[in-house]
């Protein structure tokens, strides 16, 4: 079993969501080009678990092997912690704006405790709960929640991806007390690539047109670069690397800390925003990304220690 080193987890865990927030503006520009979410997902999923392959057949062939006790819990990972979360995510995204969309997935922090409390019968410090109110109500703040004429099927894919994500943070944790990270990443990735082979239209798939420049719009627009190295980015920075120190994450902190820190992504998605795409930022998303940092903060120190 890995040796837990709660601050290298909490540094895995933000890196992460520094990567998935530069990665929000990647997918925005990819997507102008006319490639469609569920691509993008499939994708990701394809490219993570082909590297993350490569990276066990090096390091750790033995890692391969899965007991029969095992398959249930990879599967059930795969499709509905990786799969289907990344894809409510998308279909959330395409209905609302982003920053609404991330509010409501990351209500997951709220229900990641009560799970473990429930279900496992897990112990959370009281502070916890004070760390999460911070995480929320900068979140509330740095989207500028406005609850008047919101899509409900956008709304209802953001629920969706909060429920979803749930189940990626907890069994992701718990695969994970039997299982290292890059096998972990590895089979939840190809077994998410082989869903969508199955319920998405890949054979649509129209790759000449990742052979044009693609302009990279706000900030940078004058600069233009074919679109196949957008979607290499996409894939190896955008998705395997940040996937990858998420898991990590999860070896050295609970579901909780992991989850309550991966909500920087909002704040980094809002940045890259204003920095790359010349999206303006208000002082009360200022504020709102302070309280967001001030509730990880609060909810690192809350955690048990064994």
Do not use: C
Not at 10 to 37: P, Q, R
Not at 43 to 65: E, M
Not at 214 to 236: D, F, I, K, Q, R
Not at 274 to 285: D, M, V
């Amino acid at each position: 079993m890995t040796k837990k080193h709660p601050t290298l987890g909490a540094i895995y865990a933000l890196t992460g969501a520094l990567l998935f927030g530069i990665n929000a503006s990647t997918s925005k520009v990819i997507m102008g080009t006319g490639v469609e979410g569920s691509q993008i997902v499939l994708f990701r999923s394809l490219a993570t678990a082909a590297i993350a392959a490569l990276v066990v057949l090096i390091t750790n062939r033995g890692a391969f092997r899965v007991k029969k006790s095992e398959w249930p819990k990879l599967i059930a990972f795969g499709v509905v912690g990786v799969a289907l979360m990344q894809w409510a995510y998308s279909m959330a995204v395409a209905n609302l704006q982003v920053g609404i969309a991330l509010l409501i997935e990351y209500t997951a922090i709220v229900w990641v405790p009560i799970a473990a409390m429930v279900l496992f019968k897990e112990r959370v410090r009281g502070r916890i709960w004070f760390g999460v109110a911070l995480v929320l109500g900068g979140l509330v703040v740095v989207s500028n929640l406005n609850v008047s004429g919101l899509n409900p099927v956008g709304i209802a894919f953001a629920f969706m991806a909060s429920a979803t994500l749930t189940v990626y943070f907890i069994m992701g944790e718990r695969t994970q007390q039997s299982r290292d990270s890059m096998s972990t990443l590895f089979y939840s990735m190809a077994i998410s690539t082989v869903f969508w082979l199955i319920f998405s239209p890949w054979w649509n798939f129209d790759w000449s047109k990742y052979a044009d420049q693609v302009s990279l719009g706000g900030n940078l627009s004058a600069v233009e670069m074919p679109a196949w190295v957008l979607l290499v980015w996409l894939g190896v920075m955008g998705s395997f690397v940040p996937m990858m120190l998420s898991y990590k994450a999860l070896a050295h902190l609970s579901a909780t800390g992991v989850g309550i820190a991966s909500t920087a992504e909002t704040v980094f998605a809002f940045i890259f925003g204003l920095l790359w795409l010349g999206e303006q930022i208000t002082t009360n998303q200022l504020i709102g990304g302070l309280l967001v940092v001030g509730g990880i903060v609060v909810s690192q120190t809350a955690r048990n220690r064994d």
